[in-house]
């Protein structure tokens, strides 16, 4: 039988055999070389952009090491990777850190001093102290030389894994260690765990998403009545079940509604699909409809890109008679916006030349013309970046460290901070700091005793968004407990809070008055409580000065880290609602 066989293999058979083997389609082969092209175009991108900021080995852990007989344990640096999107950390051998020093060495001209291997292995502090900074050097001397043809440095650090894996503007760690003074215990458990609702709002959002899963032809009519139900509630769902409205349940086996939204089929059920999946889905993002959206859109932005193409945008913004192709692209240009992608990004995410242009024509159109129901300006593009967290000055870090007291918002005022305008109006001014203090001041032609009345007693005729204010207590003329009662931008079918905080009014010279409005302890008034979905706490420091005996000028601090504040007024900073224009018209009118 051997002889048979190799018999059969002579020279002149094996090109015909090789011929029709090679003739034979093979998918895992094809699906390979488009990975390895799309992995391609991602290191383009990530050279081009330059979006590896920084890289560093930050710790080192030991590892039982079964295979060696000279040494007990494998030593690992960590190393910290931080881009232009997120931050990450992986661990590498020392080995793995030879072989890449290998493979580069012929490529790069100069290299820095690579730690060699010792006769006698041993995995002594000295030896890894003095490995860790060699090898440091190495890592920085390779960033700083990275160009195209050092992809096999990108895969050494596996940021091909962490973009298809994590979204942006998210701290994504590939790995989390739990360990001993010397040795690796077990890696954290990621296994799925079943999310489990919470509150009436949470439950009906994976009833609804069944809804979705099984009756995909009367999708449409689910969306609607989604719509309906969620409105005034959708703020009371968290960001955990927020994330399974957007991307599913793997664990139910459920499809969220960006899988529901990328079935398309030329039917009239599934244009009424896609037309009413699209609207709801703009609502949650949306202040109008959804006072947490802060929360909203944080979810949506670590969507990460792999699974926002699942939504196949370009074939609802692409075509002549697409009904949902504006709310399409106002979805796109929220996630482009939370995001902050840059222009090589967003033709990563898009990925198709005609999708690209009715995107950039939708910029020019609805930015420039500053169109209301768009609700996307240049402006709010810059203050929604200045609300992400960014690096700031030691002296300003420390002051947002603290505590929220009326002593902080003290000395916030006394420092020259950096504050960032919000908005001007007739010589008013708007400015935040970091996203969780205000600053406004006004110039006020009359007294500065008429100015403090209207910075308290005539409040409630002016500051827009107040229902009402009354003094439950007065201890003295400067000194009194009183409750605010307001409602999110004048919409009662939203959320009221009401403030029970003391006012007081100092006098410190003849030309300068203080007033602090500082939370209450005491309990919110029964009726009060009828009207009112929850108590908030939030704190004011005004200073009010004597210019002339008919002008004075008020500059008044608010603290607004109280979610329930924050829902009011960070819209406000975004220029989603015009609220300070419509306070200032208020305010000269009472002048």
Not at 454 to 461: A, M, R, V, Y
């Amino acid at each position: 039988m051997k002889q048979m066989l190799s018999q059969s293999f002579v020279q002149e058979v094996l090109p015909t055999l090789f011929r029709v083997q090679s003739e034979r389609p093979n998918l895992d082969q094809k699906q390979q070389v488009q990975k390895e092209r799309q992995g391609k175009d991602l290191y383009s991108l990530i050279v081009d952009q330059q979006m590896i900021k920084a890289i560093e080995i930050v710790e080192t852990f030991k590892e039982e090491d079964h295979g060696s007989i000279y040494k007990k344990h494998i030593v690992n640096y960590v190393i910290q990777i931080k881009t232009d999107y997120f931050d990450y950390t992986i661990p590498k051998r020392y080995s793995e850190f030879e072989k890449l020093h290998e493979q580069l060495h012929s490529q790069l001209k100069t290299m820095p001093k690579f730690p060699q291997k010792t006769l006698i292995q041993t995995n002594s502090r000295k030896i890894i102290a003095q490995r860790q900074a060699l090898l440091q050097q190495f890592l920085q001397h390779l960033l700083q030389n990275l160009d195209h043809t050092m992809y096999i440095f990108l895969e050494f650090l596996n940021i091909k894994e962490q973009f298809q894996k994590g979204g942006f503007d998210q701290n994504v760690k590939l790995y989390h260690f739990s360990k001993e003074e010397n040795a690796l215990r077990d890696l954290i458990d990621t296994s799925p765990k079943k999310i489990q609702p919470k509150n009436e709002p949470e439950q009906m959002i994976i009833h609804y998403l069944t809804k979705l899963n099984e009756k995909i032809d009367e999708r449409g009519k689910i969306f609607q009545k989604m719509e309906k139900y969620c409105f005034g509630k959708i703020q009371q769902v968290s960001s955990t079940m927020l994330k399974v409205l957007f991307t599913g349940d793997d664990e139910r086996e459920l499809k969220g509604i960006i899988q529901a939204l990328s079935i398309q089929n030329n039917d009239i059920q599934s244009h009424i699909s896609c037309i009413m999946g699209f609207q709801f889905f703009r609502k949650v993002l949306e202040y109008d409809y959804n006072p947490n959206a802060e929360q909203a859109l944080r979810q949506f932005g670590e969507i990460s890109i792999k699974q926002f193409k699942k939504i196949m945008i370009q074939s609802h913004i692409c075509g002549q008679q697409k009904l949902c192709k504006q709310d399409a692209l106002i979805l796109l240009h929220k996630y482009i916006n939370q995001n902050q992608l840059k222009d090589q990004m967003i033709k990563y995410l898009i990925d198709d030349e005609e999708c690209l242009q009715e995107y950039e024509q939708f910029l020019k159109t609805h930015l420039n013309k500053n169109i209301d129901e768009v609700k996307v300006t240049i402006d709010s593009t810059e203050n929604l970046q200045e609300l992400l967290q960014t690096k700031s000055n030691s002296s300003e870090h420390s002051i947002l460290e603290q505590e929220a007291t009326i002593e902080q918002l003290h000395e916030i005022s006394q420092m020259n901070l950096n504050w960032k305008l919000v908005q001007e109006f007739d010589n008013h001014i708007m400015y935040h700091l970091s996203g969780q203090y205000v600053k406004t001041i006004h110039p006020l032609n009359c007294s500065i005793e008429r100015a403090i009345t209207i910075f308290t007693d005539l409040k409630i005729q002016w500051f827009h968004g107040m229902i009402q204010k009354d003094v439950l207590e007065e201890y003295d003329q400067f000194r009194s407990l009183i409750v605010e009662y307001y409602v999110w931008e004048d919409k009662s079918t939203f959320k009221k809070m009401a403030f029970v905080s003391e006012q007081e009014i100092t006098k410190i010279d003849d030309f300068l008055f203080q007033i602090t409005i500082i939370p209450s302890t005491k309990p919110l008034p029964a009726n009060y409580k009828i009207k009112c979905d929850q108590k908030g706490q939030k704190m004011s420091l005004m200073y009010l000065k004597k210019i002339t005996d008919n002008s004075a000028e008020a500059i008044v601090y608010q603290n607004i880290m109280d979610n329930t504040f924050r829902t009011a007024l960070t819209p406000v900073i975004l220029k989603e609602i015009p609220w300070f224009n419509h306070t200032i018209t208020k305010l000269k009118a009472l002048l």
